[in-house]
């Protein structure tokens, strides 16, 4: 059954690691084109300065604060979400982290909650979303994958295979709701490339020089522009950004090229200047509430 999705400016939409990036670069546009707005994030201070600004603006908003990585704190998230606004018509699993460092580096307990946090938080709100939007009549369940999500990379081997994880498990789940239960829900994977956001910063980093991200980086617009469209239309996958289609072809034909190619990147991922914080935001929360990292080349 083909989901008819509503316009933006009739829809309740649920985003988490609203706080910064491209979770709050969404939230803003979502706000702007009339849509109810539920933003979730660890960050309680960000968030509620988020939803002042957006309220004061005109906007409607609510503030959620959330750790994905708990099934009962999603189901928070939804339940304020229909206390308030009544439905819950598409939920967008964003948040999600990083860990720079060569993977027989990286401690156990950092690839867990990693994986905690980019995987089972979004299988956590994919569960707690679907009951929902099935009572809504239909909707669209959006996961923010990554082209790492089918390709792979130095120095963040683990981020790359929670992504893959999330890709595996939105392909299947998608399958069972779309095509065995024939729901009109719509299940999409999103796939950017790298994204001129905080994410370099908020990640962990084991190496001994600042974490970065290679060029050319996509404004999060961008992003959110794909999001909020597959929002309003039934999507299988988007992948956002030249280099995240040329980066998976190659990945997928010519394997051998795609991982000398991405050996290259390994000074791209790095600047020349000390950690800044090496602890980044794995186990706490940021309060930055920045959409744009501070990356010379973006």
Known sequence: MTP????????VIVITGASSGIGLCT???AAKKGAKVVLAARSEKTLLDVVGRINASGGSAIAVTADV??????????????GHFGRIDTWVNNAGLAIYGRLDEVSDQDSRRLFDINFWGIVNGSLIALPH???AGGGALINLGS?????AAPLLGMYAASKHAVKGFTDSLRIEVERVDRLPISITLIQPTAVDTPFDEHGKNYMDKAA?????MLDPQDVADAILGAAMK??????VGMMSKVNTFVAKNIPSIGERMAAKQVESLQRDEPPRDPQGT???PGESGEIHGDHAGA
């Open 4 to 11: 008819k999705l509503k316009s933006l400016d009739q829809q």
């Open 27 to 29: 939230a803003e546009s």
């Open 69 to 82: 990585s708990d099934r009962q704190q999603c189901q928070t998230i939804a339940q304020q979400a229909i």
């Open 133 to 135: 939007l099935k009572a």
């Open 147 to 151: 082209e790492v999500s089918e390709t």
């Open 212 to 216: 970065d991200l290679p060029t050319p």
């Open 234 to 239: 039934p999507t299988r996958a988007v992948r």
């Open 282 to 284: 794995l186990y706490i």
